[in-house]
Protein backbone atom coordinates (compact mmCIF):
# COMPACT_ATOMS: atom_id res chain seq x y z
CA UNK A 1 0.00 0.00 0.00
CA UNK A 2 1.73 3.36 -1.37
CA UNK A 3 1.39 6.40 1.70
CA UNK A 4 -1.14 7.61 -0.52
CA UNK A 5 -3.76 5.00 -0.33
CA UNK A 6 -2.85 4.33 3.79
CA UNK A 7 -3.72 8.48 3.93
CA UNK A 8 -6.27 7.76 1.93
CA UNK A 9 -7.84 4.42 4.29
CA UNK A 10 -7.04 6.41 7.42
CA UNK A 11 -9.37 9.53 6.30
CA UNK A 12 -12.10 7.39 4.85
CA UNK A 13 -11.85 5.36 9.09
CA UNK A 14 -12.06 8.52 10.34
CA UNK A 15 -15.08 10.10 7.87
CA UNK A 16 -16.75 6.85 8.74
CA UNK A 17 -16.41 6.85 12.44
CA UNK A 18 -17.71 10.60 12.32
CA UNK A 19 -20.74 9.50 10.53
CA UNK A 20 -21.85 6.90 12.71
CA UNK A 21 -21.62 9.41 15.50
CA UNK A 22 -23.53 11.45 13.51
CA UNK A 23 -26.37 8.78 13.30
CA UNK A 24 -26.52 8.21 16.75
CA UNK A 25 -27.16 11.92 17.59
CA UNK A 26 -29.79 11.74 14.93
CA UNK A 27 -31.41 8.79 16.27
CA UNK A 28 -31.40 10.83 19.86
CA UNK A 29 -33.23 13.62 18.34
CA UNK A 30 -35.54 11.96 16.38
CA UNK A 31 -36.52 9.92 19.76
CA UNK A 32 -36.56 13.09 21.39
CA UNK A 33 -39.24 14.44 18.99
CA UNK A 34 -41.18 11.32 19.19
CA UNK A 35 -41.67 11.71 22.62
CA UNK A 36 -42.70 15.35 22.44
CA UNK A 37 -45.32 14.59 19.76
CA UNK A 38 -46.46 11.97 22.09
CA UNK A 39 -47.21 13.89 25.14
CA UNK A 40 -50.57 14.65 26.19
CA UNK A 41 -51.45 17.89 26.81
CA UNK A 42 -53.97 19.73 28.20
CA UNK A 43 -55.14 23.17 27.51
CA UNK A 44 -56.30 25.60 30.17
CA UNK A 45 -58.47 28.15 28.26
CA UNK A 46 -61.53 25.68 27.91
CA UNK A 47 -61.23 25.37 31.81
CA UNK A 48 -61.32 28.84 32.49
CA UNK A 49 -57.95 28.38 34.53
CA UNK A 50 -54.92 30.00 34.99
CA UNK A 51 -52.84 31.29 33.80
CA UNK A 52 -54.17 32.02 30.52
CA UNK A 53 -55.01 31.02 27.08
CA UNK A 54 -51.29 30.90 25.89
CA UNK A 55 -50.56 28.07 28.64
CA UNK A 56 -50.74 24.86 28.24
CA UNK A 57 -49.91 21.71 30.57
CA UNK A 58 -48.38 18.72 30.05
CA UNK A 59 -48.68 15.40 32.02
CA UNK A 60 -46.15 14.66 34.58
CA UNK A 61 -45.00 11.86 33.27
CA UNK A 62 -44.76 12.68 29.67
CA UNK A 63 -42.42 16.03 31.42
CA UNK A 64 -40.67 13.39 32.91
CA UNK A 65 -40.19 11.59 29.48
CA UNK A 66 -39.38 14.97 27.90
CA UNK A 67 -36.87 15.88 30.68
CA UNK A 68 -34.76 12.11 29.88
CA UNK A 69 -34.80 12.50 26.33
CA UNK A 70 -33.56 16.17 26.29
CA UNK A 71 -30.96 15.26 28.61
CA UNK A 72 -29.67 12.41 26.09
CA UNK A 73 -29.15 15.41 23.72
CA UNK A 74 -26.70 16.88 26.19
CA UNK A 75 -23.42 15.82 24.61
CA UNK A 76 -21.07 18.75 26.25
CA UNK A 77 -22.17 17.83 29.91
CA UNK A 78 -20.00 20.45 31.21
CA UNK A 79 -21.35 19.77 34.96
CA UNK A 80 -20.57 16.06 34.48
CA UNK A 81 -24.01 15.20 35.26
CA UNK A 82 -27.37 15.36 33.58
CA UNK A 83 -30.21 18.15 33.05
CA UNK A 84 -32.53 17.82 36.05
CA UNK A 85 -36.09 19.05 35.87
CA UNK A 86 -37.05 22.26 37.46
CA UNK A 87 -40.68 22.81 38.52
CA UNK A 88 -40.83 26.28 39.43
CA UNK A 89 -37.46 26.90 41.32
CA UNK A 90 -38.14 24.45 43.75
Do not use: C
Not at 8 to 25: F, G, H, N, S
Amino acid sequence: MTDKEHALTLQLEELTRKVKIQDKMIEKYKYFVNVVYESETWEYSIYDEIPDDTWIALDKRDYEKIMQALAELDEIRPWKMPLEKRLGGR
